[in-house]
C-alpha cells in the first residue's frame, strides 16, 4: 500500500474513532437508571465501543511504529486528533459527574452538553464565563484541563515543526 493510501486510512480510522468515541460520551452511564436492562444495554454499548476504539487506536499506532521505524518520516497528526478528542471528551464526562455528584462544584453546568462546552471553551482557553469551577474539587480538575491543553498544543507544535522540517 502506498504512503497517500496509508495516511487516507489512518484519517478514516481516526474520524471513526473520534465519532465511537463522542457517541460513547453521550451513552456512558453515570446516574443510576430504574430499568436494570436499560442501564445493562448502556453498558454493553459503551464497552463495546471502547474495544473497538481501542482496536482501531492500537492498530493505528502499531502502523505508525512500523511506518516511523521504516521510512524514518514525521508521523501524521492523526494520533494527537485522536487523543485530543479523547481527552477533551473525558474533561468534559469527568466535569458532567463532579456536577451531578456536588452541584455546587460548578455553575451552570447542568449537561452533557454543558460539560462538552466547557471543557472545549477551557481547552481553546477562551472562558467566557457562564460556566465555572466554583469548588475546590472542580477548580482542580480545571487545572488538570488546562495542563492537558497545553501539552496538546505543544505536541502539535511540535509534531508541525518535526513535519515541516522533515520536508527541508
Known amino acids: 500500500?502506498?504512503?497517500?493510501?496509508?495516511?487516507?486510512?489512518?484519517?478514516?480510522?481516526?474520524?471513526?474513532?473520534?465519532?465511537?468515541?463522542?457517541?460513547?460520551?453521550?451513552?456512558?452511564?453515570?446516574?443510576?437508571?430504574?430499568?436494570?436492562?436499560?442501564?445493562?444495554?448502556?453498558?454493553?454499548?459503551?464497552l463495546l465501543i471502547l474495544g473497538v476504539v481501542a482496536w482501531l487506536v492500537t492498530g493505528q499506532v502499531r502502523r505508525q511504529v512500523v511506518a516511523a521505524t521504516h521510512e524514518r518520516e514525521a508521523p501524521p497528526l492523526t494520533h494527537l486528533v485522536l487523543a485530543l478528542v479523547a481527552g477533551l471528551l473525558a474533561f468534559a464526562l469527568a466535569d458532567y459527574v463532579i456536577a451531578r455528584v456536588a452541584p455546587s462544584q460548578f455553575v451552570n453546568l447542568e449537561t452533557r452538553v454543558d460539560a462538552l462546552y466547557f471543557a472545549l471553551a477551557t481547552l481553546t482557553t477562551i472562558g467566557y464565563g457562564d460556566v465555572h469551577a466554583h469548588g475546590q474539587l472542580a477548580r482542580v480538575l480545571v487545572c488538570a484541563q488546562m495542563v492537558f491543553s497545553i501539552g496538546v498544543v505543544a505536541t502539535g507544535f511540535s509534531l508541525v515543526v518535526k513535519r515541516l522540517t522533515a520536508r527541508v
Open 1 to 46: 500500500m502506498n504512503q497517500k493510501a496509508d495516511h487516507r486510512s489512518a484519517r478514516r480510522r481516526t474520524a471513526l474513532a473520534c465519532g465511537l468515541i463522542f457517541v460513547t460520551y453521550f451513552v456512558v452511564p453515570v446516574e443510576s437508571d430504574p430499568d436494570p436492562t436499560r442501564l445493562g444495554l448502556r453498558i454493553v454499548l459503551t
